[in-house]
T-cell receptor, first 115, second 115 residues
Framework: DAGVIQSPRHEVTEMGQEVTLRCKPI?????LFWYRQTMMRGLELLIY????????DSGMPEDRFSAKMPNASFSTLKIQPSEPRDSAVYFC?????????????FGSGTQLSVL | AQSVTQLDSHVSVSEGTPVLLRCNYS??????LFWYVQHPNKGLQLLLK??????LVKGINGFEAEFKKSETSFHLTKPSAHMSDAAEYFC?????????????FGAGTILRVKS
């Protein structure tokens, strides 16, 4: 298995532009998570899905952030409009269990820079 | 609610000497605890986890962690550091289902290994 696949690896954009981050979880995993990592705040959970349904999005910082999981093999995290303070590494992770917090498999992350 | 504190933001050791990365947690119930490692430009990898079984947990790459309830600690150790251990390490506590199964990450400890 190729593991959790995120794209793009790096994204540089200008303030105000729309950014879409993509994630392909490991086949057969029930849960998918989006995390954001910054120097100031460490790793923060943004949202997680179980069986394609958003369970908890309380970590999504603002309405500018949205996430979807149209099917079991694909999820997107969208920021519109983007701001410089959104610059961070965004990780996607998946888990084979519906509790979702036991064994997570992380992607390599997307490094987002908003100028 | 739960929280986790990694007591050192940076640790520097010489190759072949012991490693100690400290972690204290706060939780209102019996937590699950994890250590993750992140190498430069890579995603997060699970090192080990504690889930109320044996208090001494052995992980990959020779790492161990001991759960001490009386001290609310879960320190990560390795008898002999290797150059390849240089990375950032995250201590993580998990929530129960009623808290949305969230993982709470510490701020991370960067381990530097000197030759």
């Amino acid at each position: 298995d190729a593991g959790v696949i995120q794209s793009p690896r790096h994204e540089v954009t200008e303030m105000g532009q729309e950014v879409t981050l993509r994630c392909k979880p490991i086949s057969g995993h029930n849960s998918l998570f989006w995390y954001r990592q910054t120097m100031m705040r460490g790793l923060e959970l943004l949202i997680y899905f179980n069986n394609n349904v958003p369970i908890d999005d309380s970590g999504m910082p603002e309405d500018r952030f949205s996430a979807k999981m149209p099917n079991a093999s694909f999820s997107t995290l969208k920021i519109q409009p983007s701001e410089p303070r959104d610059s961070a590494v965004y990780f996607c992770a998946s888990s084979p269990q519906d509790r979702g917090n036991e064994k997570l498999f992380f992607g390599s992350g997307t490094q987002l820079s908003v100028l | 609610a739960q929280s986790v504190t990694q007591l050192d933001s940076h640790v520097s050791v010489s190759e072949g000497t012991p490693v100690l990365l400290r972690c204290n947690y706060s939780s209102s119930y019996s937590p699950s605890l994890f250590w993750y490692v992140q190498h430069p430009n890579k995603g997060l990898q699970l090192l080990l986890k504690y889930t109320s079984a044996a208090t001494l947990v052995k992980g990959i790459n020779g790492f161990e962690a001991e759960f001490k309830k009386s001290e609310t600690s879960f320190h990560l150790t390795k008898p002999s550091a290797h150059m390849s251990d240089a990375a950032e390490y995250f201590c993580v506590v998990s929530g129960s289902r009623e808290y949305g199964n969230k993982l709470v990450f510490g701020a991370g400890t960067i381990l530097r290994v000197k030759s």
